[in-house]
């Protein structure tokens, strides 16, 4: 079982000599030899399908463009986890999202017809309705040209502010020093995440909150904000001199690897050194509960939030219990068991406990 956010760098090339579709590949070089005019460097976050892990595929759809909603066309649609997944797309603002439907080569014509159109009264109700549905197959590389042409087409690189004070959100971290590295040859840690805004640049001082947990005496956990100086940048396997919005970026850094290694930063705010506001444990949302719980076989519905109750929310890639303090109308007070950076209109995704699991509640806003 995949549970942790998986990433690859891809390109989206064309040929012209083949026409359309047929032209889109995703090699630089084309069938006939000729080298592929790139058209897109593309960054793909994997999150994990299985319901156990919603807050997992949260902190992936925060750093997301467009979406490709995977339904396998063997079984019928939707499933539980399919509703759940779209719902988060939704409410984590990803407007952009085109439907793969994968296996086609192990239905029947009928199966596959049959499948198409529940697919399309599903995404229909969830308001997708003008969303493209592909059959593909994966295993045989089939449609894989269209799928491409449709997320070249319906999936435009959004307008980034580079203006702005940067920020990143961390979505992993790690040590790249292998066992026995000299002490004269170790780099530092590497923290992985998505530029939100702005642009970072070899040589900047950041600064990561809320940092690393430090536990006292008593077990109270206390969080250190983290100082160091950017020494390298990749997007894939190639180096660049800035970080800019948009892909998945690798910062190397001057951090000790302990801090980083095993996605210990994760859930992190990055920025210039001194520009992130300090770390707070009291947040005020602006929130909308969903009608019914999704994600469940039948659709529940609960009743409102209490005070005192227990639930899980997710900021950016940051993922913290909370206890509601107050709720005033439509906004409602909470106390994190982790701090968090207070960006005003950040979103939010609620979620509460349902037969011992975690299920997608609500949405908000950061006050």
Known sequence: MTIKLGYADGIIGYCPDLGDPEGFVTEKICPNGKESVVLRKVSYVDAPGHEILMATMLSGAALMDGALLVISATDPCPQPQTREHLMAVKIIGVKNV????????????????????????????????????????????????????????????????????????????????????????????????SVVKGIFKIGDEIEIKPGIEIKDSSGRATYKPLYTRIVSIRYGEEEFEDAVPGGLVALGT??????????????????????????????????????????????????????????????????????????????????????????????????????????????????
């Open 98 to 193: 085109i439907v793969v439907q994968n296996k086609v080569d192990a239905v029947s014509r009928e199966m596959a017809l049959k499948n198409y159109e529940e697919i399309k009264s599903f995404i229909k109700e969830m308001g997708y309705q003008d969303s493209s549905i592909i059959p593909i197959s994966a295993l045989h590389k089939i449609n894989i040209d269209i799928l491409l042409s449709a997320i070249q087409k319906y999936m435009p690189t959004p307008n980034r502010d580079v203006n702005e004070k940067p920020l990143l959100y961390i979505a992993r971290s790690f040590d790249v020093n292998k066992p026995g590295t000299s002490y004269d040859k170790l780099v530092g840690g590497i923290i992985g995440g």
């Open 254 to 367: 001057e951090l000790d690897p302990f801090y980083t290694k095993s996605d210990k930063l994760v859930g992190n705010f990055v920025g210039l050194a001194g520009e992130l506001p300090e770390p707070e444990y009291n947040i005020s949302i602006k929130y909308t509960l969903l009608e019914r719980i999704v994600g469940t076989k039948d659709p529940i519905k609960l009743g409102s939030l209490k005070p005192k109750e227990r639930i899980l929310i997710s900021i950016g890639t940051m993922i913290s219990y909370a206890t509601v303090e107050r709720i005033r109308d439509d906004i409602l007070d909470l106390v994190l068991a982790k701090p968090t950076i207070p960006l005003k209109n950040n979103s939010v995704a609620i979620s509460r406990q349902v037969a011992g699991r975690w299920r997608l509640a609500g949405y908000g806003k950061l006050l």
